[in-house]
Nanobody, 127 residues
Framework: QVQLVESGGGLVQAGGSLRLSCAAS????????MAWFRQAPGKEREFVTT????????YYRDSVKGRFTISRDNAKNTVYLQMNSLKPEDTAVYYC????????????????????WGQGTQVTVSS
């Protein structure tokens, strides 16, 4: 089992920044690819970004490229999401997710590929 706990959400004005953190426990963190997903009210959950288990490769949905950065610190068992130039359409509950991975070249972008999920943290961007 892997337990994931997100933090760092909040209310921010458009153009502002937030940094989300996701602390993992329970298994060897460096064996897992990590991702951030989000779900806005009335919408389906969507993929935001993923990072390979070493942190060497990342992949983003188009709408956040150049604004969001995913990173991880395997010594601290934590993955981060730095969000800059936030827009009202970024408003959602943000979830981190983990999946055991043997690859440094495959990007897990579907929710069904992830075995473990955090409880979510609310991000609200006002216009």
């Amino acid at each position: 089992q892997v337990q994931l706990v997100e933090s760092g959400g909040g209310l921010v004005q458009a153009g502002g920044s937030l940094r989300l953190s996701c602390a993992a426990s329970g298994r060897t963190f460096s064996n897992y690819a990590m991702a951030w997903f989000r779900q806005a009210p009335g919408k389906e959950r969507e993929f935001v970004t993923t990072i390979t288990r070493s942190g060497g490769s990342t992949y983003y949905r188009d709408s956040v490229k150049g604004r969001f950065t995913i990173s991880r610190d395997n010594a601290k068992n934590t993955v981060y999401l730095q969000m800059n130039s936030l827009k009202p359409e970024d408003t959602a509950v943000y979830y981190c997710a983990a999946t055991r991975s043997m690859s440094e070249s495959y990007y897990y972008t579907r929710g069904t590929e992830y075995d473990y999920w955090g409880q979510g943290t609310q991000v609200t961007v006002s216009s």
